[in-house]
């Protein structure tokens, strides 16, 4: 089989998210005799967790097997977005809301388009999960190909007596649920009370500001200060799904 995915994936880079699915899939593709760039575009403000984790996979993991991370930031996004995200949100009193996911395009898919057009390669390996087929079409997807959902993808990384990561992604993204933000809170409050700044100060932009209710909610049910007001109380926030959905990130390798 090894022949066979480096051949069929051979030219193509992997770009990498640091979460449960990119990491299965480059584990998957790497132990098959695939070689290629893995690429990570760095938002600025991605879970300290996160960081930790992918310092540890390329240490531990990549390495020793010849292979490094390649990690973009500032130079490679628009010249509107050469700050990092949080900086840019504060410049612009803008936060990032699931409705319109600029944010996503600037800081993660155009720059990789960059550095795929400087390097002339032309397909990317994306690691949406068999049991996710239905988030994208019209890329490149290994682990739908092979059939390997997600709880596949957590057996792989496992297989390799390495932590599974908690999900990727940034810690003032509006995809978050309550769970994720209670943990934001809970583990790291400075970054929930960075976040809460930013949404505050988004609020105040319109010259009416009646004419709507940011909220980093997308049913618009609740900003971030009245989530830590109930944090704060105590007050109860999860149903059995919710309660299942936190207890499946795991902590910190390096114990942050």
């Not at 020793?64 to 700050?83: A, T």
């Not at 057009?117 to 190909?145: C, F, M, N, T, W």
Request: glycine residues 8%.
């Amino acid at each position: 089989m090894g022949e066979i995915v480096s051949h069929k994936y051979d030219g193509a880079l992997l770009s990498y998210g640091a979460g449960v699915n990119s990491t299965a899939m480059a584990i998957m593709l790497i132990n098959e005799g695939w070689r290629g760039p893995i690429l990570f575009a760095d938002t600025g403000c991605e879970w300290p967790e996160t960081y930790c984790f992918m310092e540890c996979f390329e240490e531990e993991w990549l390495r020793p097997r010849g292979m490094s991370i390649v990690q973009i930031g500032n130079d490679w996004r628009p010249p509107n977005m050469r700050k990092s995200l949080v900086p840019y949100c504060q410049d612009h009193r803008c936060f990032p809301l699931a409705a319109m996911r600029w944010c996503t395009s600037g800081y993660k898919a155009r720059p990789i388009a960059r550095w795929a057009k400087e390097h002339r390669i032309v397909r990317q390996l994306i690691g949406i999960a068999a049991d996710e087929s239905h988030r994208q079409r019209g890329a490149i997807y290994p682990l739908v190909d092979m059939g390997i959902d997600r709880k596949g993808c957590i057996r792989i990384i496992e297989s390799e007596d390495l932590p599974v990561p908690r999900k990727s992604g940034c810690y003032i993204c509006p995809f978050q649920g309550k769970t994720q933000w209670h943990e934001l809170w809970k583990q790291h409050p400075e970054l929930f009370a960075a976040a809460e700044a930013l949404e505050a100060n988004a609020q105040r932009k319109s010259d009416n500001p009646n004419r709507f209710r940011l909220t980093i909610d997308p049913s618009g049910r609740w900003t971030l200060a009245e989530l830590r007001a109930s944090f704060e109380r105590q007050l109860p926030l999860f149903d059995d799904t919710e309660m299942d959905d936190l207890l499946a990130y795991k902590p910190c390798v390096c114990g942050l």
